[in-house]
């Protein structure tokens, strides 16, 4: 069985939606994806590890995170 086929947007139609609606999207070769929301508690978390992340203890490698 074939996938179902969507009709793609074009940036302009993608931009006229996004702009109206009231959660964000991302855009992606003609699809357009919810994004999942975010909130002050999460930032702040995502931060303030950031910050530490790279810091390493004497003797291991330096570490980074991605969020």
Not at 21 to 42: I, N, Q
């Amino acid at each position: 069985m074939a996938a179902q086929q969507f009709p793609t947007l074009t940036p302009q139609q993608y931009l006229e939606v996004e702009r109206a609606a009231d959660f964000k999207s991302e855009f992606y070769g003609g699809e357009m994806f919810a994004m999942s929301g975010g909130s002050l508690p999460h930032s702040l978390i995502a931060t303030n590890f950031g910050a530490e992340g790279p810091l390493s203890r004497a003797g291991e490698r330096p570490s980074g995170a991605c969020n």
